[in-house]
């Protein structure tokens, strides 16, 4: 067999709208907007200076129906750019871009194949002997194993299978398509190429079956390195599997144990040093990152009382960083209060009657029913997207109705708020 190189991606989600952006810092909100158009450029670039043979895209290029043609125009002009450099590209459709979520079309040039969404079929690239088997999907929600539906392998050649997967709804993901491990390996091909699950891995070799991941980190959800994979191939084998780092932005979280910190003033040195080291990290991309804050400290109750001076602080830290490129998408205040529950509760003072007001509120039926109500009615209000990605953890208490967290939560900020004001001069 020939000797030959490939790109395996996946997951490219064009244009989709980034989570967790706030306008405050519009130059980097503006480069988050566009960092999937800036990942799959570097994507092709590394195609074309790579000189591979071809491409293989597991679905999901675009992340829906659009909003307007630029995002069509966009990618096609990025496949225009492959067919001067003489590179094939070959891709299926997945649950995002299925036949059925887009209303709207442009036509790609010559040299990119689409796999047909009625059957599994096979393309053949004699001059490399070349096998590449694959289907897309005809609506979002495929919830049968279409690996059965796959042709058989072309003997005498590498045969690739290309499939928009869930594998057993890995990684939190719709497990669409649901297979297990064992139907990929024992289908005979050579490499599976497999898109769906936004984490890269490598789940078996020889014969490889592999998630390449997403291209571009979307939200505090998909941290570290987003890549794609190169795939050198060497007498009928697997010799060599490169990660291609494409994204151009990055998400991290980083935990800054602030126990040490004496005043405000050492815990903002404490998140500027996280952000320096995570900016560092990078190697000059933009960094979206969400600070962490852990330890026991006495501060804990400042700290909670005042969350807008805390991340304004830090985004404050971050634009002084020069050239480097920082945007603080969120601070986490996960620290413990110096004073536990039983020691406030024992107080004689306001602080020790909130905290055991609030101690009655939790075994109380009646409060506990009115919260469920109100929240419960709330939560039904708001968006799709709010509910199915919110993080916040008092937010996601109130979707999931678990009315100790909230007023766990809730409790913890009166009891931050009075023992603030208490100890302010």
Not at 298 to 308: I, N, R, W
Request: proline letters at 3%; hydrophobic letters at 45%.
């Amino acid at each position: 067999m020939r000797s030959f190189r490939f790109i395996h991606a996946a997951d490219i989600h064009l244009d989709s709208p980034m989570r967790g952006l706030s306008e405050d810092v519009p130059g980097v909100a503006e480069r988050l907007r566009l960092a999937t158009r800036e990942a799959l450029t570097a994507l092709i670039d590394a195609a074309i200076e790579r000189a591979v043979d071809f491409v293989i895209i597991a679905g999901d290029v675009y992340d829906g129906d659009w909003r307007d043609y630029q995002t069509g125009v966009f990618f096609v002009r990025q496949m225009h750019r492959l067919a001067s450099a003489s590179i094939p590209v070959y891709l299926i459709h997945g649950n995002h871009d299925a036949q059925n979520q887009m209303t709207r079309s442009l036509s790609l040039p010559n040299n990119v194949y689409v796999f047909s969404h009625e059957d599994a079929e096979t393309t053949v690239l004699e001059h490399l002997d070349v096998a590449i088997h694959g289907t897309s999907y005809a609506e979002r929600a495929v919830t049968d194993n279409l690996v059965p539906g796959y042709p058989a392998p072309v003997a005498e050649h590498f045969n690739i299978g290309v499939l928009h997967t869930g594998l057993g709804g890995r990684g939190g993901h719709a497990n669409y398509a649901p297979c297990s491990l064992d139907e990929l390996t024992a289908k005979g091909y050579d490499y599976w190429a497999l898109g769906h699950v936004h984490a890269a891995e490598v789940l078996a070799e020889h014969p490889h079956v592999v998630f390449s991941g997403n291209l571009q980190g979307r939200s505090i959800r998909e941290t570290g390195a987003k890549s794609a994979y190169e795939v050198v191939v060497e007498d009928g084998r697997v010799a060599e599997l490169h990660a291609i780092h494409c994204d151009v932005a990055r998400w991290a979280e980083s935990e800054v144990d602030i126990a040490a910190a004496d005043d405000f003033n050492d815990v903002i040195a404490a998140m500027r040093r996280a952000i320096e080291n995570g900016a560092n990290a990078v190697e000059g991309r933009l960094l979206a990152v969400r600070l962490r804050l852990t330890g026991t400290t006495a501060l804990h109750d400042q700290l909670a009382a005042a969350p807008e001076r805390l991340l304004a602080e830090a985004r404050a830290a971050a634009a002084g960083l020069g050239a480097a490129q920082v945007y603080v998408e969120k601070i986490k205040l996960a620290t413990t209060p110096a004073l536990d529950a039983a020691t406030r509760r024992e107080r004689q003072d306001a602080l020790g009657e909130m905290q055991r007001l609030l101690d009655e509120a939790a075994d109380d039926p009646d409060i506990r029913a009115m919260i469920e109500k109100d929240i419960r009615r709330l939560a039904e209000r708001l968006p799709y997207e709010i509910r199915e990605h919110a993080d916040d953890v008092l937010l996601r208490a109130a979707i999931d109705g678990d009315t100790a967290t909230l007023i766990d939560g809730a409790g913890d900020y009166l009891l931050s708020r009075l023992a603030a004001d208490e100890s302010a001069p």
